[in-house]
């Protein structure tokens, strides 16, 4: 849409539809998100045909017209909604930086977005687990990164901001996604900062800061059996597979029907023993493991075990490529 072409030329192209009318204006929103011009029609149509404009909306609206409707949300000043429908956008078409609409870096929705809604924004974001670790994603970004500062000041909920962390850890940057942590920390020590802090080090590849990081959350949330899987995991990386066989073991004191920590203590006891039955045991769990990538990353521990029998390495070969 071209610099000046108002909302009367928009109608006119569109046959008068309303709905149509805005799925164009989103068409020009994605070409330059930062321009004013199609906010400016946008809110002109909502000012003169709401009611119709609603309607057509809920009745046949679809991803096209969510980046219209983040900023409908915006006018009626339902600022968690329309952080969320952003969100929702920016998860499904990361290579436009919707965040550079000027509504999104307004100080009336900073100053009024609540951090439970801005952390849900951040985590939709990530639906898809695009690649969002590169200089481009980070420079489209920048507005999310933005508002994380201002909102995470201004309403510090560490649970909020320990899933706010995902997004910057996501995209690389490390170094805001640990001053979320310390800003949380500085309201409540909390069990999902000190896990954000061990995602964040793992992904750093620092293993020694993710596990001292893990220990905390443990020491917080005792009972918690995916934490010492967390950790235990952490220590097996390490190469400490007693370590990592005791952590187990205490989280099935919790959960001893989880599946996957009676897969972890089978791999760990075959790296660390060598045992056969402990193989056969995660050969015969491996199946009921939903996420394959630590399927595979367990039957690589084990295998690895001293004086195993090769015709069972081989069987575990054949789930491991299945």
């Keep these: 849409m071209a610099a000046g072409v108002g909302l009367a030329g928009v109608m006119a192209h569109c046959g008068g539809s309303p709905l149509r009318a805005v799925e164009l204006l989103v068409g020009a929103m994605a070409s330059a998100p930062e321009a004013p011009e199609p906010y400016e029609a946008l809110a002109e149509l909502w000012r003169d045909r709401r009611s119709e404009l609603t309607r057509s909306l809920a009745e046949e609206g679809s991803l096209s017209t969510v980046p219209a409707q983040a900023y409908f949300f915006f006018l009626a000043g339902e ?16 290579d ?6 000027p509504w999104f870096g307004d100080a009336r929705f900073l100053g009024t977005v609540s951090a439970e809604a801005l952390a849900e924004a951040c985590l939709r974001t990530l ?31 560490p649970e909020s901001l320990a899933a706010m962390a995902r997004l910057p850890r996501a995209c ?3 170094e805001l996604s640990f001053a979320l942590c310390d ?20 992904v750093m590849g620092d293993l020694a800061q993710a596990a001292a990081a893990l220990e905390r959350a443990v020491l917080l ?54 045992s056969s039955d402990d193989l056969r ?23 690895a075990g001293p004086t195993l029998p090769p015709e069972l390495v081989a069987e575990a070969h054949r789930i491991r490529a299945s």
Excluded: K
């Design 96 to 101: 436009v930086a919707w965040g550079a609409a």
């Design 172 to 174: 690389g940057r490390y």
């Design 281 to 303: 045991a995660l050969i015969a769990l491996a199946p009921e493991l939903a996420n394959t990538t630590y399927r595979n990353q367990l039957i690589d521990h084990a295998c």
């Design 221 to 274: 949330d005792p009972a918690n059996w995916s934490l010492h899987l967390d950790l235990a995991d952490v220590r097996a990386e390490q190469g400490d597979f007693a370590a990592a066989v005791g952590l187990v073991e205490q989280g099935m004191a919790y959960e001893p029907r989880e599946v996957s920590l009676r897969a972890a203590a089978a791999a760990y006891r075959t790296r660390l023993t060598g």
């Design 127 to 157: 639906d898809y687990d695009r690649d969002l670790d590169t200089d481009e994603m980070r420079e489209r970004f920048t507005p999310w990164f933005r508002a994380l500062d201002v909102v995470s000041a201004r309403h510090p909920v």
């Design 183 to 202: 800003r949380a920390d500085a309201v409540d020590r909390v069990m999902w900062i000190a896990v954000a802090r061990a995602i964040t080090w793992r």
């Design 79 to 94: 600022m968690d909604d329309a952080a969320m429908a952003l969100g929702s956008v920016t998860g499904v078409r990361p």
